[in-house]
């Protein structure tokens, strides 16, 4: 799927958030799209605090549209989303097209470090990925933050090996 196509697609549904006022961001591959890093869609992810007397107003508007169902996930609370969606930031996903809200380049880091930890077989891909923003991103990342949440979201020593593989730190 091209980029024009998922801005064309993401923009009815941004719009929609912004509408109901409902926090949102773009995670991964497309927010390393919005950095700069051109890769293979994989999917479109999407997180959204949509709360439950919203969800048949949004379904109802978006089902024009979509095909929407109504199924509601109740996602865990942690502290770290609530930081993590406050670090939001703007990013067009192409030339011209509308700002969308995206997960700053840490929490990236850190949502991508906990996706390589939880799939059971470790993947080369996500490893490179992590490691190639590291290296190309090392002067302007918040460190600190990143070593702050590495620890709660349990991925600290991944955070720490990847940062050494990157020439960011020291064995």
Do not use: C
Not at 41 to 55: E, P, R, Y
Not at 81 to 109: C, T, W, Y
């Amino acid at each position: 799927m091209n980029i024009t196509v998922i801005v064309r697609t993401l923009t009815t549904l941004a719009d929609a958030f912004d509408w109901f006022g409902i926090p949102y961001h773009l995670s991964g591959s497309l927010a390393a799209v919005a950095y700069g890093k051109p890769r293979t869609m994989q999917g479109i992810d999407v997180v959204a605090d949509i709360k439950f007397s919203q969800v048949q107003t949004l379904v109802t508007r978006l089902e024009q549209i979509y095909d929407v169902e109504g199924d509601v996930l109740l996602p865990s609370y942690r502290a770290y989303n609530q930081v993590k969606q406050g670090r939001v930031q703007q990013h067009a996903l192409e030339q011209g097209s509308r700002p969308f809200h995206v997960a700053s380049l840490e929490d990236m880091i850190l949502t991508v470090l906990e996706r390589y930890k939880a799939g059971g077989k470790p993947s080369p891909r996500l490893w490179e990925d992590i490691k190639e923003v590291l290296a190309a991103q090392g002067s302007s990342l918040d460190l600190a933050y990143l070593r702050l949440w590495a620890t709660p979201l349990d991925v600290a020593l991944l955070l720490e090996q990847a940062m050494v593989e990157a020439g960011l730190s020291k064995p």
